[in-house]
Nanobody
Framework: QVQLVESGGGLVQPGGSLRVSCVAS????????MGWYRQAPGKQRELVAF???????NYADSVQGRCTISRDNAKNTTYLPIDNLKPADTAAYSC??????????????WGQGTQVPVSS
């Protein structure tokens, strides 16, 4: 199976920057898109950004211009730096990977999430 582990969360002051990372490991046959969702307390989960193996990206309007998702295909890792953080960015950030551990079938795998509180 494929496991995802996030890192890099933590308390950030408004206006600050943060980079969360996610590495996929385990039995990996193929990984397609990798991306990030976030969920703030009492709010719906929001797709923040995703990136294809070829580097095609997509961003939520809420982070457009403040975020540049990237990935290292050789390391099965994706990075999500966010600049000019706002209290509204406070959420649990979870990464996902669309892929498979065998030649047949595909699944969406999830990390356990990392908390990003933005507060002074």
């Amino acid at each position: 199976q494929v496991q995802l582990v996030e890192s890099g969360g933590g308390l950030v002051q408004p206006g600050g920057s943060l980079r969360v990372s996610c590495v996929a490991s385990g039995i990996i046959f193929m990984i397609n898109d990798m991306g990030w969702y976030r969920q703030a307390p009492g709010k719906q989960r929001e797709l923040v950004a995703f990136i294809s193996p070829g580097g095609r990206t997509n961003y939520a309007d809420s982070v457009q211009g403040r975020c540049t998702i990237s990935r290292d295909n050789a390391k099965n890792t994706t990075y999500l730096p966010i600049d000019n953080l706002k209290p509204a960015d406070t959420a649990a950030y979870s990464c996902y990977a669309d892929g498979s551990h065998s030649p047949s079938g595909a699944s969406r795998y999830w990390g356990q999430g990392t908390q990003v509180p933005v507060s002074s």
